[in-house]
């Protein structure tokens, strides 16, 4: 019988790992939450000396090898009534009931070659039945972590679902409707709901994800069920997480209601092994030492001796100790398939999620872990654009044929519905323009995913606003304005707040060799410096190949407020109060022709063509004294004939 449940067993468990998609992948309380996993290994690294980490599982704990399924020893089987009939859908209404319970055939006394333990791996000559549960009912308080969903399936006609959370337990239901997540495939929750429940009664947890609708009922989106029973008796302890070290305050303060001290101490005593012995900063188990720090800072942040750091370290190497040793489950967040009844098999989405338990005739447990999601902080983005050079010019004067561009910038942040431009720098005939033009950009930033947090309603007629999250970057670009066509795109600049190169410090040192990824190139967060001035190249991709080619120059300053501080002292956009900026020394040639045509007249007579002017003058002077002087030649000659 035994090895029967063994072969059902590993088959299950093997149909159960060609759904997996990865391997475990460690996290920390931070990134996890917020919720974004860090991309590159030195960012995880930055986290490993001071943030407490926890595994995220790619799957439900069921399906971790080292967890056996938590039915190393309590199996379940359906009870039918009747007799098979072959049909799936008969066979299943035939199930009445569950039985929870282990089969075991026992040689008294055992082979001399067999070594065998009981079903909970105990000695088999000190009690067959040792460390089975009693069977009076448990009163168990059973905390929900909800962090995360990924992957829902639609549930709206836009592409989009409004999902929300309901908890069930026997009886008991709790409705998170009025938290909704507005169209969001993979909305983040961070919710945490406490229910009681009482083994054997109240035994499987259903967390489920339905669709919020504004008129008819809702939709279930997908449910996952989870055999709280099958955890709590598990040999491998899947009611409280086992945390990396032990702490008395803060965010990974210590929460399950026994110490380390008294766990190790009842397990020590459940497996019939020797230990725990402490002394001298080791710990003494089964012939076997261990040896880890034994201070930790207390409530006042002064530090004292304790055991519990000894007593944690064997707990994470419980799997070592002979015949009783197996993984214990250690502080997680799993992810569970999510499955509509009506589609059996077919995966709706994911659920990222843990699951603590807690006697009730135990201390009560500390406050729930914040697992709430972050809130954006506000800022105040304030660019100066001071002044451009270099810039291409691309048009032809309407008067003289020269070359020569009406330069001006524009940027955002946010997108397109943010766009801020600065005035016209007409008739540059050098590629240089002068603008003293600020553009000012309010966003709401969320520091550890690193990403600005939009919200908006998509349409005229949407209920709510939908909240995205995109990069923070800011681009800019240099256009040239056309009033009687299209204006021509010049060239672009994007900026990454977080990961951009420091400006140069002159226009000659401002080269495309700047934009290089390669870290030959210096770069700098403006959420650190806050306030940075430089010149950057504006790029275009060359009409002959994919290359990009420098288009210009800016010179930009970049200040970055928190939102109090800006409130405090406020600027202007443009050149506007308060906080108002000089007007720019623009040459005299920066006019436009038609709406300045005494201003073009006298461009083109004193400047462009000031010298064959003087020449046209020069000679229709001489031209006029020719003319008078053989005009008046004749009848000054007779006169001087007849007077004489």
């Given at each position: ?35 974004k996993?860090?991309k590159?290994?030195?960012e995880e ?13 790619p799957?439900?704990l ?9 039915t ?14 072959g ?5 299943e ?16 006394p ?14 088999p ?8 549960p009693?069977?009076d ?31 069930k ?5 709790i ?5 909704y997540?507005?169209k ?8 945490c ?22 008129v ?5 989106i ?15 302890r ?16 210590w ?9 190790l ?12 012995h ?16 034994t201070?930790?800072?207390d ?11 000894l ?13 009783v ?10 992810t ?15 659920l ?35 002044n451009?050079?270099?810039v291409?010019?691309e ?10 561009s ?32 600020r ?54 600049l ?15 040192l ?21 306030r940075?001035?430089g ?64 201003k ?43 007077a004489?």
């Amino acid at each position: 019988m035994e090895k029967e449940l063994q072969r059902i067993e590993k088959k299950d468990h093997d149909d159960k790992k060609m759904t997996l998609k990865g391997v475990v992948k460690a996290a920390t309380f931070v990134s996890k939450f917020s919720p974004k996993m860090p991309k590159k290994e030195k960012e995880e690294s930055k986290y490993s000396s001071t943030t407490a980490q926890l595994k995220v599982y790619p799957h439900e704990l069921e399906a971790c090898p080292e967890f056996e399924g938590f039915t190393e020893w309590l199996h379940t089987f359906d009870l039918y009534r009747g007799k098979k009939t072959g049909d799936e859908a008969d066979d299943e209404s035939r199930t009445v009931g569950k039985f929870k319970g282990s089969l075991k055939i026992y040689q008294i006394p055992l082979p001399p070659d067999i070594e065998d333990t009981t079903i909970t791996g105990g000695d088999p000559s000190l009690g067959l039945f040792q460390g089975l549960p009693g069977n009076d009912p448990i009163h168990v308080l059973v905390r929900v972590y909800v962090v995360k969903a990924n992957d829902l399936h639609p549930a709206d006609i836009n592409g989009k679902a409004d999902p929300y959370i309901v908890i069930k337990c026997g009886k008991t239901s709790i409705n998170d409707k009025d938290n909704y997540v507005s169209k969001q495939l993979n909305p983040v929750f961070g919710k945490c709901f406490d229910i009681e429940a009482t083994f054997p009664m109240n035994s499987v947890l259903t967390a489920q994800i339905y669709d919020w609708d504004l008129v008819g009922s809702d939709d279930l989106i997908g449910e996952t069920k989870i055999d709280l029973e099958n955890r709590y008796y598990s040999r491998h302890r899947a009611t409280c997480g086992l945390a990396k070290t032990y702490e008395l305050q803060g965010y990974n303060a210590w929460r399950d209601p026994m110490k380390p001290t008294q766990i190790l101490a009842k397990l020590c005593k459940d497996g019939k092994v020797d230990g725990p012995h402490y002394g001298g900063g080791k710990v003494k188990i089964d012939n076997r030492m261990f040896t880890a720090p034994t201070e930790v800072d207390d409530d006042l942040g002064n530090r004292k001796t304790t055991d519990e750091h000894l007593a944690l370290t064997v707990l994470h190497h419980w799997h070592e100790i002979p015949k009783v040793g197996c993984r214990l489950v250690t502080e997680h967040v799993e992810t569970r398939p999510l499955y509509h009844p009506e589609k059996p098999g077919i995966e709706q989405g994911k659920l990222e999620m843990w699951v603590d338990m807690f006697p009730m005739d135990m201390p009560a447990p500390g406050p729930p872990v914040e697992v709430s999601p972050r809130k954006p902080k506000s800022y105040e983005l304030r660019c100066i654009i001071w002044n451009t050079d270099e810039v291409v010019m691309e048009d032809d004067d309407f008067f003289t044929g020269e070359k020569m561009s009406d330069i001006y910038v524009k940027g955002w942040l946010k997108g397109p519905e943010d766009v801020q431009s600065t005035d016209i720098h007409y008739r540059s005939l050098t590629g240089e323009g002068n603008f003293n033009w600020r553009f000012i950009y309010p966003f709401d930033y969320l520091v550890a995913e690193e990403k600005i947090v939009i919200s908006r309603k998509e349409t005229l007629f949407s209920w709510d606003e939908t909240e995205t999250k995109i990069p923070a970057r800011l681009d800019m670009q240099v256009w040239d304005a056309d009033h009687f066509s299209a204006d021509d795109f010049l060239g672009s600049l994007t900026l990454d707040l977080n990961h951009f190169p420091r400006g140069a410090k002159s226009a000659k040192l401002c080269t495309l060799d700047m934009l290089k990824t390669d870290g030959s190139v210096p770069h700098m967060s403006l959420f650190k410096h806050k306030r940075v001035k430089g010149w950057w190249p504006f790029t275009a991709k060359s009409e002959n190949s994919d290359e990009h080619e420098l288009t210009g120059k800016v010179e930009a300053e970049l200040h970055l407020l928190a939102l109090d501080e800006a409130e405090k002292h406020p600027a202007g956009l443009g050149r506007s109060e308060p906080d108002p900026l000089e007007k720019p020394n623009r040459p005299d040639t920066s006019f436009i022709w038609f709406l300045n045509p005494l201003k073009s007249f006298r461009y083109l007579l004193c400047t462009r063509y000031k010298w064959l002017v003087i020449k046209l003058l020069i000679v229709l002077l001489l031209a006029a004294i020719l003319v008078l002087f053989f005009y008046a030649m004749p009848g000054y000659t007779v006169k001087k004939i007849f007077a004489a």
